[in-house]
């Protein structure tokens, strides 16, 4: 029993030590730039201990990224959707901004896009609420008021990031919350 301790500890802590090291990596350059021979190379592992936990890259990242949003998810845990937009809307910056250089480069860099897309459409299915009876008996019309919310959130963390992040975050939070909330109408200066 001892040594199934013991052998247990060691795959967590190789689990560990791979996933560390991945997510070094992923804050120095673009996914497509990593490979399985640099990262077991990092860390000092041999490739069939990579491959005894994981199939493939694309396979690390998405236990991060579904690990990022279920994060999100308790976070957000009783606000109702669409009706507390606001309050989802800066818990998805205050998070991100948690989340620090990693959270960027998942969401912002490179061709994470395409599984980030994934993502957010796994956190907006687990999480809404329908909240009117239009959208009850019509679920094309939830379904393009998730993606206008999802999308467009996105976008505006993404070019704050691109910019540098040169407007405070309670500021991009203002900013973001009345954009999706109402629009840039709910902008008057």
Same mark, same amino acid.
């Given at each position: 029993?001892?040594?199934n301790k013991k052998?247990?500890?060691?795959?967590?802590?190789?689990? +560990?030590?791979?996933? /560390?090291t991945f997510e070094?990596?992923? *804050?120095?350059?673009? &996914?497509?730039? @990593? !490979?399985? $021979?640099?990262?077991?190379?990092?860390?000092?592992?041999?490739?069939?201990?990579?491959?005894?936990?994981?199939?493939?890259?694309?396979?690390?990242?998405?236990?991060?990224?579904?690990?990022?949003?279920?994060?999100?998810?308790?976070?957000?845990?009783?606000?109702?959707?669409?009706?507390?937009?606001?309050?989802?809307?800066r818990e998805f910056?205050?998070?991100? +901004?948690?989340?620090? /250089?990693?959270?960027?480069?998942?969401? *912002?860099?490179?061709? &994470?896009?395409? @599984? !980030?897309? $994934?993502?957010?459409?796994?956190?907006?299915?687990?999480?809404?609420?329908?909240?009117?009876?239009?959208?009850?008996?019509?679920?094309?019309?939830?379904?393009?008021?998730?993606?206008?919310?999802?999308?467009?959130?996105?976008?505006?963390?993404?070019?704050?990031?691109?910019?540098?992040?040169?407007?405070?975050?309670?500021?991009?939070?203002?900013?973001?919350?009345?954009?999706?909330?109402?629009?840039?109408?709910?902008?008057?200066?």
């Open positions: 029993m001892a040594d052998e247990d500890l060691r795959v967590h802590r190789t689990k +560990e030590f791979i996933r /560390k070094e990596m992923i *804050c120095e350059m673009d &996914y497509e730039q @990593i !490979s399985v $021979k640099e990262l077991t190379q990092r860390a000092k592992i041999n490739r069939k201990t990579f491959y005894s936990h994981y199939n493939t890259l694309d396979d690390l990242l998405l236990e991060i990224q579904n690990e990022l949003a279920q994060n999100f998810i308790r976070r957000t845990q009783g606000l109702e959707r669409p009706r507390d937009m606001d309050k989802i809307t910056f205050l998070c991100s +901004e948690d989340l620090g /250089k990693l959270g960027e480069r998942i969401t *912002c860099s490179g061709n &994470y896009k395409y @599984i !980030s897309r $994934k993502i957010t459409n796994d956190i907006m299915n687990q999480t809404w609420k329908i909240g009117s009876q239009s959208s009850a008996e019509n679920p094309y019309i939830q379904n393009i008021i998730m993606t206008y919310v999802a999308q467009s959130t996105l976008e505006i963390y993404k070019q704050w990031v691109a910019d540098g992040k040169k407007i405070p975050l309670e500021n991009i939070i203002k900013i973001a919350t009345q954009l999706i909330c109402n629009g840039v109408n709910g902008l008057n200066p």
